[in-house]
């Protein structure tokens, strides 16, 4: 199983980033997808889900900024995060638990200056 995140970059307060993540090695359409992120110094923290069916679940922190959307034929999964602020700032990863087992994609960096 693979998952290769995408999207990240440098981008001013209140601008908008899409990041994408790729799987690979398992039937995507099958299996909850995951975003989570971790800033300098903190514990890793969720930030949204999406659900084989598409249910979405989403930190109080994101709501109403950032969308988690999929497209099962791609295998893709996206984070859309629009107002983004400073306090975003982190390396985001996706994650799936497959098999018995959490995946984790490379992460990537997102960071947003004042």
């Known amino acids: 199983v693979q998952l290769q995140a995408s999207g990240g970059g440098l981008v001013q307060a209140g601008g908008s980033l899409r990041l994408s993540c790729k799987a690979s090695?398992?039937?995507?359409?099958?299996?909850?997808m995951v975003w989570y992120r971790q800033a300098p110094g903190k514990e890793r923290e969720r930030v949204a889900s999406?659900?084989?069916?598409?249910?979405?679940t989403q930190e109080d922190a994101v709501k109403g900024r950032f969308t988690i959307s999929r497209d099962n034929a791609r295998r893709m999964t996206y984070l859309q995060m629009n107002n983004l602020g400073p306090e975003d700032t982190a390396v985001y990863y996706c994650?799936?638990?497959?098999?018995?087992?959490?995946?984790w994609g490379q992460g990537t960096q997102v960071t947003v200056s004042s």
């Open positions: 090695g398992i039937n995507f359409s099958l299996y909850q």
């Open positions: 994650n799936t638990f497959a098999r018995g087992k959490n995946y």
């Open positions: 999406i659900s084989s069916s598409g249910a979405i």
